[in-house]
């Protein structure tokens, strides 16, 4: 890791955007320990027998047809920070193209340190990804499960848990993602879309209210629906995996708080328990296969209403 170099990129950021992207993945990767990814035979198996045993028993389960994408990797720090870098390139495109206001240099610099930082934090504590490789160029773009050995190692010892079965369980999340957009083929462009509309109307200097809470309720399916097949797919109880992985997210010092705050993080959390609540509450009442209904059509989603209230649903999708 190397302070001084991570510092010396972003000051020297430079290009006619309002993020020298290069500069960025510099930066991220300099302040980041790459992390050891020297595999074991029996842990190269154990990825690749994960994988393929949450596929069928998430078939199984959710009654739900999908594949797994083509490009699965055990990633380091550093690769996570270089697949993602393109991600939020797109998602920014439409802001950069407004240019930087009265000082673009000094905005430039501004906005390069803090996706340095963002990237460089998450490189650190993600431990898998599903990406469906939103806003891609390629329209047969395919999509991508990472997994970040040097982080699942560390929670996994950090946390006093069995290794095998942590990584395990984090497979059995990831692989359930691609469960959702395998069934749903038209998700990956319905999230584009409300993504789209609400970053283009915050680069006309709006906020597009509508777009943001359509994406807010798709993602809180996305990962409520994600949690209901963990639990009734995953070999056996995890409450305690759970529950340690939520204390290590809520400690940490003052610093990591206020950075969890200010990537939304603990939106995601409320999203995971609000989601898993609704549909819970729907497989409880009509079944995993009514629930795995949400992924049909995308009228089929629920509303904001809706998730806090599932019998409105089930009423009108069921």
């Known amino acids: 890791m190397n302070i001084y170099r ?21 930066a991220a990767k300099a302040s980041t320990p790459p992390g050891e990814l020297t595999l074991s035979d029996a842990e190269r198996t154990g990825y690749k027998t994960d994988v393929q045993d949450a596929r069928e028993r998430l078939q199984t389960v959710g009654e739900v047809e999908f594949d797994l994408p083509d490009t699965i990797e055990i990633q380091n720090r550093h690769h996570w920070i270089d697949a993602n870098i393109e991600t939020f390139e797109r998602v920014m495109h439409p802001i950069e193209e407004k240019g930087g206001g009265v000082f673009p240099g000094v905005a430039r610099v501004a906005n390069t340190g803090t996706m340095a930082f963002m990237l460089s934090f998450l490189g650190k504590n993600v431990l898998g990804q599903y990406d469906p490789l939103l806003l891609a160029e390629a329209d047969d773009a395919d999509h991508g499960l990472y997994f970040v050995h040097p982080n699942i190692r560390r929670v996994a010892d950090s946390l006093d848990v069995d290794y095998p079965r942590f990584r395990r369980w984090i497979a059995f999340h990831e692989v359930s993602h691609a469960a959702e957009f395998g069934a749903a083929p038209w998700l990956s462009t319905y999230l584009e879309q409300r993504m ?123």
Request: hydrophobic content about 40%; overall charge negative.
């Open 6 to 26: 991570s510092v010396r990129a972003v000051t020297n950021a430079s290009g006619t955007g309002i993020v020298d992207w290069g500069a960025v993945a510099e």
């Open 196 to 318: 789209e509309e609400g970053v283009e109307a915050l680069s006309e200097g709006s906020l597009d209210r509508k777009a943001f809470r359509e994406l807010d309720t798709a993602m809180t399916s996305v990962e409520g629906y994600a949690e209901l097949l963990m639990d009734r797919a995953f070999d056996d109880d995890y409450e305690d995996l759970r529950r340690k992985l939520d204390a290590r997210r809520r400690g940490g010092g003052p610093m990591a708080m206020l950075v969890r705050r200010l990537l939304g993080l603990g939106l995601k959390r409320r999203q995971y328990e609000r989601g898993a609540e609704f549909f819970h509450a729907v497989a409880d009442a009509r079944g995993v296969a009514t629930a795995s209904k949400v992924w049909e059509h995308p009228d089929n989603l629920p509303t904001d209403d809706e998730l806090d209230a599932p019998e409105r649903w089930v009423r009108r999708v069921a």
